[in-house]
């Protein structure tokens, strides 16, 4: 009997079957005709001018009339709020990428509507600081509510016109 163990196969070396890696080629150098220059930075836009849909993060949503809204809503009896909430929450949602969108806040205002006299102007109001502008609106002016028949009035209002302010200095057709 010999001493000796029974070894396994060696595997191939990977670097033999491999195929070689080409060397990296040398970026141009930047006096070089092919390196093109970089694109200038856009102009940034002064406070409170009206901004081209370019340098807006989304689409621009409609200005909606208050009056044409009231006449709706009282046609309506009360059913085209609805509509209203989802609009302008899906605007809002496409221009940022953020928030409830239209369909949760139409759930929303169907069962728990007081939550969204705080949220709607919530919303506007990080709109309008995403944009680098000093908000109009925030959560507090849910607070009309507590004022029976004028305040929803005065709250609605308030944030449509402001809501039509910030879509109009984006550079939708008034």
């Known amino acids: ?5 029974p070894t396994s196969p060696t595997p191939p070396d990977p670097a033999a079957t491999a195929e070689p890696i080409p060397a990296p080629t040398p970026a141009p150098a930047a006096d070089s005709p092919a390196a093109p220059p970089p694109p200038p930075a856009p102009p940034v836009p002064a ?3 009206a901004v081209p849909q ?11 009339s208050t009056g044409l809204c009231f006449l709706w809503t009282i046609l309506t009896l009360g059913i085209y709020t609805f509509f209203w909430m989802g609009f302008v ?7 940022t990428g953020r928030g409830l969108g239209g369909a949760v806040a139409v759930i929303l205002w169907l069962f728990i509507s007081p939550v969204m006299f705080f949220l709607t102007p919530m919303e506007i109001g990080n709109t309008q600081e995403l944009a680098g502008r000093q908000p109009t609106v925030s959560a507090l002016w849910g607070l009309w509510i507590l004022l029976p028949v004028i305040g929803p009035i005065i709250w609605f209002v308030k944030v449509n016109s402001d809501l039509n302010d910030y879509w109009k200095s984006m550079g939708a057709p008034a």
Request: charged share 20%; aromatic share 8%.
């Open 54 to 64: 370019m340098y807006g993060p989304g689409p621009v949503g409609k200005v909606r």
């Open 47 to 49: 406070y409170g001018a």
């Open 1 to 5: 009997m010999s001493d000796q163990t």
């Open 89 to 95: 929450h899906s605007e809002l949602k496409q221009h």
